[in-house]
């Protein structure tokens, strides 16, 4: 079995910043591209960032404002929020390719998500 686990979701007030973490355990043999995605109510999930050997891509609402990172050493991945906004609040999702052990492929898993609120 794999597992993503998130952790570092809250509420925080505009302007504030947060630091979202996301680790796969499990039968893992090799991790491709890690990455955030999030859904607020009432709409899509939507595309956040992705970081795959070393080279990042971020959606354009927030360039600037977020970093991706990882540690390949702990299978972790980090979102760095600065400079949040309202419509920053959603559920953050994280996603990663994982090859698992005993397979020839790699599979897509998601995480059950962290909650942002960012309110005065």
């Known amino acids: 079995q794999v597992q993503l686990v998130e952790s570092g979701g809250g509420l925080v007030q505009p302007g504030g910043s947060l630091r979202l973490s996301c680790t796969a355990s499990g039968s893992i043999r090799s991790i491709n591209a890690m990455g955030w995605y999030r859904q607020a109510p009432g709409k899509q999930r939507e595309f956040v960032a992705t970081?795959?050997?070393?080279?990042?891509n971020y959606a354009d609402s927030v360039k600037g404002r977020f970093t991706i990172s990882r540690d390949n050493a702990k299978n972790t991945v980090y979102l760095q929020m600065n400079s949040l906004k309202p419509e920053d609040t959603a559920l953050y999702y994280c996603?990663?390719?994982?090859?698992?052990?005993?397979?020839?492929?790699?599979?897509?898993?998601w995480g059950q998500g962290t909650q942002v609120t960012v309110s005065s």
């Open positions: 970081i795959q050997s070393g080279a990042t």
């Open positions: 996603n990663a390719a994982i090859n698992k052990r005993g397979s020839y492929s790699y599979n897509n898993y």
